[in-house]
């Protein structure tokens, strides 16, 4: 739709920025709803970020999603100039900037909630208290997955991460309830298991594969990839060829589309929602299906 005087403006801001799919989420959201307003792709150098995003009141924007490499860089100015809340502490990350009436910026980090709305709507029956779960993986996904795992009543996460210090940080960081083993030991882990979460980049298009075997994964385990180029990854898809532990299978597309959802709620006053047409579009972009 033709934008007006009054049209409602947020965007996202990274170095670069082409590669985020935000543009086309929000895009469709917008065209949906036949919103006047606009997200916009903001290519910020780190040197820059400061101004750019303390002049979003100043131009009008609403709001600003936050990616890499600037999502520290934001919790630590807006916990000196606005406000940050504890999703965000806890992570150690902003990705979610939303400007108030008043001008003030407050930060968030919607990566813990579209990761377990993505677990809520395609695996309904998976219960986060039923047992523990092995992370794969200790960067700033698996903080993010960490903190959405706790708070859902997770008793305990064991951690595996190819360099143990950075996961024994977490450990440390995050409490008992982490347990860290050796990144040899990750299959070992599994033995009563409740569900198994991959957030490293083993096994995304031109990268490693993972290597995970399976064999002693509990039936009925959440097995989840945050990965989603390729959509299917060999992780999914080796739980998938063993029906007999009748697995819960998720992809990692989900956790994009539904983190999005807060902030665009928040900047354009609609609670948009996550379907199949909206995943489509994505898959086209990626030039991936759902096959």
């Given at each position: 739709m033709t934008l007006s005087g009054n049209s409602k403006l947020a965007g996202v801001m990274g170095w670069p920025v082409k590669h985020s799919r935000s543009p086309l989420l929000h895009g469709h959201w917008l065209d949906r709803h036949n919103i006047d307003g606009a997200y916009v792709p903001l290519a910020v150098a780190p040197e820059h970020f400061a101004s750019a995003l303390t002049a979003l009141p100043?131009?009008?924007?609403?709001?600003?999603?936050?990616?890499?490499?600037?999502?520290?860089s934001a919790l630590e100015l807006l916990t000196e100039i606005g406000e940050v809340d504890d999703v965000a502490r806890r992570i150690g990350a902003v990705n979610t900037?939303?400007?108030?009436?008043?001008?003030?910026?407050?930060?968030?980090?919607?990566?813990?909630?579209?990761?377990?709305?993505?677990?809520?709507?395609?695996?309904?029956?998976?219960?986060?208290?039923?047992?523990?779960?092995?992370?794969?993986?200790?960067?700033g996904a698996a903080r993010a997955i960490i903190v959405a795992l706790l708070d859902a009543g997770v008793p305990e996460i064991r951690l595996a991460n190819r360099g143990r210090d950075r996961a024994d940080g977490l450990a440390t960081e995050f409490g008992a309830k982490i347990n860290v083993a050796d990144w040899e030991q990750r299959a070992d882990i599994l033995a009563d298991a409740n569900g198994l979460v991959n957030s490293t980049s083993l096994g995304m298009e031109g990268q490693p594969p993972l290597g995970m075997d399976l064999a002693s994964l509990g039936e009925n385990s959440l097995v989840t990839d945050i990965v989603y180029a390729p959509l299917v990854t060999e992780l999914l898809l080796n739980a998938r060829r063993m029906p007999e532990k009748a697995c819960q299978i998720v992809d990692g597309l989900g956790m994009l589309l539904h983190q999005a959802r807060p902030g665009f709620s928040a900047w354009f006053g609609v609670e948009p929602t996550v379907d199949d047409d909206l995943r489509q579009a994505v898959l086209r972009d990626l030039g991936a299906s759902d096959k």
């Open positions: 100043q131009l009008g924007f609403r709001g600003t999603n936050i990616t890499v490499p600037h999502k520290q900037v939303v400007v108030g009436d008043d001008g003030r910026m407050h930060g968030s980090n919607t990566d813990a909630f579209g990761f377990m709305e993505n677990i809520r709507v395609n695996a309904p029956d998976w219960q986060a208290d039923a047992g523990p779960v092995v992370l794969l993986g200790a960067g």
